[in-house]
């Protein structure tokens, strides 16, 4: 295993994380982890040298708004005696905390989930403006201190789902330590994106990315033109390889996630890791990438970019969000993922379904895109039973 500094922590970490948010499950219902497999797989990544485990509060729960069984599960392997072994990293449920006294609540209850006295590095999660202006109400910063004094946590950190100049505004605000980003060779203009990175890089702070695959889409129903570029390359790759050596390959980058399923797909990223040296892949690999990217790109179906001049909604709809969650859909030919998405929208009513039609957004779009039309799209496509 490969590992690298995560920023001014000065830790060194594996440069793939076991991410537990798609752990294996015994009949497709999210809160029903398969146990025996799961820490199989688990402790397999552990043994074989990935020492970053990443799981959240509502990670395996039947909604963003109730606690999930993947703490629970993560806990059982600390307890076998993997705690001293491994940085544990898990998130606040800022969308839960509506008093100050929740902030507390949640880290305690937490602790207690996952069978531990600390918490390595600690993120508050999925931060956009609207659950920043009420994390900031509500003395975060006083609480961050307070944690990383009395030594629940080890680390403060943030992930991030907004626009790359609120995500300035948040690095800007409090000393991190590192944050978590959506990344992939799709993503590099989306929310944080390559300009997020760099902004990281240039204040020390780890990097830890998210989503490096985008939930199986890159590897997943790859439309027959797209497979055909890939096939041009000189040294035959997976999907998951090109992936992950794509952002392996840059110096930016401290660590990558995996949300793992399979013990063959642990297997695969341990694997892929061996080689996931900074700068190793070639110019003509980057081309190609690059060439991959620009015909996914074609197949978009609105032409919206997530500018944000549309915003805020009156009714709380994040607008670009999901106009991308629908462009997914016809560029990966992928229902999962999206859907996915549109439920947590939908459990912090941010989805296409609270739009009211009252305009005002089209008034400000500079792009002239019908959005109420592609709002009832969104709709139609994600709430279908």
Known sequence: MLYRELGKTGHKVSILGFGCMRLPLRDGNPENINEPLARKMLQHALDEGVNYVDTAYPYHGSS?????RSEILVGKVLADGYRDQLYLSTKLPCWLVHEKKDLDHYLDEQLERLQTDWIDFYLLHGLNQKTWE???????????????????????????????????????????????????????????????????????MGSVIMEPLRGGCLTKNVPAEIQAIWDQAPVKRTLAEWGLRFLWDQEEVDLVLSGMSTLEQVEENLRIAEDGYANSLSSQERGIIQEVREAYQARMHVGCTACGYCMPCPEGVD???????????????????????????????????????????????????????????????????
């Open 64 to 68: 963003a708004t109730s606690g999930g």
């Open 134 to 204: 009420n994390l900031t109400n509500l003395d975060v910063f006083e609480f961050l201190d307070r944690a990383l004094e009395d030594g629940r946590i080890g680390y403060a950190g943030f992930s991030f789902h907004d626009e790359a100049e609120v995500f300035k505004t948040m690095v800007d605000s409090y000393p991190w330590s590192f944050v978590q980003i959506q990344y992939n060779y799709m993503d590099q203009d989306f929310q944080a994106g390559k300009e997020g990175l760099k902004y990281i890089e240039s204040r020390e």
């Open 319 to 385: 607008i670009p969000l999901n106009l991308n969650l629908l462009n997914d859909v016809y560029i990966y030919q992928n229902m999962e993922k999206p859907r996915g998405n549109y439920s947590f929208l939908a459990a912090k009513k941010m989805s296409a379904s609270y739009c009211t039609e009252c305009g005002e957004c089209e008034a400000k779009c500079t792009q002239q895109i019908p959005i109420r039309e592609y709002l009832k799209e969104a709709a139609r496509t994600f709430e279908k039973k």
